[in-house]
């Protein structure tokens, strides 16, 4: 039970910072997108937190699908936090990859069915047959934004920039 207090605890905190970058963010494009990176872990938190309370619906597979948009949109916040863009390859191979992948794993069983235990600290499922290929491409697109931000805080000389960015790589490695 305590465990469902956290992480309804951490879900209205996030949507306070949402609320907060949304009311303060201008309109530079870093803020925009860690605008939506933030919205959609608020999502992820509190779909988890419905999981707990509600484990045979929905929100399970949801929880699979939300995590692979919030793993795309911490790579599309990275990369403008680091290079001020987004790169192309993004808009027309990742962004489709994983919508395709979101919908698989939100609405049917390829990914994860059954959840048989809820545990403090986890879930017990049955793996579907997809569920190798999801945690690759998850994997992938987690170790991506990784990657980019310690390219970034070696490569970085303005001394500011460069601990905001190795603070944001330290923040994600935890």
Known sequence: MIINNIILFICIVNFLLVLFVFFNAKELKTHISFLIFSFISTLWLFD?????IYPYSIFGPLSYGLGILVATTALMWVHELVDGKIPK????IIIPISALVFI??????????AFSIIEPFGYNGKKGVLFVEYSIYIA?????CLYKLGRKSIEEKDILKKKQILSVFVGSSI
């Open 48 to 52: 988890n937190f419905l999981f707990r």
């Open 89 to 92: 390859f993004i808009f027309y």
């Open 104 to 113: 698989v794993s939100s609405f049917s069983t390829h990914v994860v069915s």
């Open 140 to 144: 992938f697109l987690t170790l991506f």
